[in-house]
């Protein structure tokens, strides 16, 4: 079955580390996204990409960066890690939309804990 | 800005009861509102979604309801199961159908048998 997958599915690293979260898609989707999801706070946009030209902020991308290396894939980075970016990670996915709406695919989750 | 507000942050039934979770957005704007489900340790999955050219749509035991005048959209569960215990999110599209979406905080529903 088509799905979104992120690696790693956990990670534990130190303050001031550089990592990076990989996600993968095989639907086939243009359009692709980080968010994260703090207990009480849902689920903020970190950025979002609507083609491999085309990457954009969302409203927490400070000590973030991502880059969209292929339709398929899109990496997000923290390449200073701090505590604070202790959270459980998702990346999703959707098709093309102009006029129209379209549903989000989430994958599994990374859950990154920054010590 | 861009924000969604939801309330309750939690909410407790009895199997059987209904469970009605409200949302509020910032951007009259808007047009169009996702609800997701996110079952304990599993992804978030859309479960209804209303544009704002209908007032109400309805799936089975689910429904929404948007007015677009007060800026606020609402899920009501009826007839609610042990299944249905989990958060569930609302969002809204502030970017004019280009799918940037902005959640609210989320609801963790229980219901109890």
């Known amino acids: 079955d088509a799905d979104v997958t992120q690696t790693p599915r956990n990670r534990i690293t130190k303050t001031g580390k550089r990592i990076m979260l990989e996600c993968s898609q095989t639907?086939?989707?243009?359009?692709m996204y980080w968010y994260r999801q703090d207990p009480g706070l849902g689920l903020r946009l970190i950025y979002y990409?609507?083609?491999?030209?085309?990457?954009n902020k969302g409203e927490i991308s400070d000590g973030y960066s991502v880059s969209r290396q292929a339709q398929a894939k899109f990496s997000l980075s923290l390449e200073s890690a701090i505590p604070n970016q202790t959270a459980l990670y998702f990346c999703a996915t959707s098709e093309r939309a102009g006029v129209g709406y379209n549903e989000q695919f989430f994958g599994p989750g990374t859950r990154l804990t920054v010590l | 800005g861009e924000n969604v507000e939801q309330h309750p942050s939690t909410l407790s039934v009895q199997e059987g009861d209904s469970a009605v979770i409200k949302c509020t957005y910032s951007?009259?704007?808007?047009?169009?509102f996702p609800w997701y489900k996110q079952e304990l340790g599993k992804r978030p999955q859309l479960i209804i979604d209303?544009?704002?050219?209908?007032g109400e749509k309805k799936d089975q035991r689910i429904a929404v309801t948007l007015n677009k005048t007060a800026k606020h959209f609402s899920l009501h569960i009826t007839e609610t199961q042990p299944e249905d215990s989990a958060v569930y999110f609302c969002a809204a599209d502030f970017s004019g159908g280009y799918n940037k979406l902005i959640f609210g905080a989320g609801t963790r529903l229980a219901v109890h048998p």
């Open positions: 209303i544009r704002s050219n209908v």
């Open positions: 951007d009259s704007a808007s047009n169009y």
């Open positions: 990409s609507f083609d491999v030209k085309d990457i």
């Open positions: 639907k086939g989707h243009d359009r």
